[in-house]
């Protein structure tokens, strides 16, 4: 990274459009890099099941901001691996790493803020996630996916993104 510039990278796009898949295979195992995957944490906070529940909401936006606040500390690279399928979601999180950045004395201009689009998804991204459907229903992958199709927007630079990469 030139000039020590570290990299926070927020991946975009709908269930199974190939998210963690990619992270696997640029990430994993490169010292330099933390994951958070909002999934595998949900399913954590869930005793290994994978549902969305309302009241540990807060329990993984708390776990999401300590490991923020660590990962920074530590200087590392960090991916958040979540749909962040909307501005809205994005705004959120980006205003997590501004706040904390300005809490841990780390200037945000330490950090190229990128996002990785990999779209509203498609027949073959639905397929994906049938094809393992982590315990739920095809119908609510079916609701699942067509609901994150509707409210899909994609990154722009106006929400804070130096670099956008089109992966759809």
Known sequence: MANGQRKIIVLVGNVGTGKSAHVLVNYSGIPEFVVWNHDEYSIMLNGGKYEYR????????????????RAIAGGFNIVFDGTNINIQSRKSLLTMVSNTCKEQGAPLGLYEIQ????GPGDEISLK?????????ASE????VHENMQQRYEPPTVNEGFTLISDLH
């Open 115 to 118: 996002a990785i689009d990999f």
């Open 54 to 69: 309302k009241e540990i909401y807060p329990l993984l936006k708390g776990a999401q901001k300590d490991f923020l606040r």
């Open 128 to 136: 994906r996630r049938m094809n393992d459907p982590k315990g739920l």
């Open 140 to 143: 609510e992958w079916f609701h």
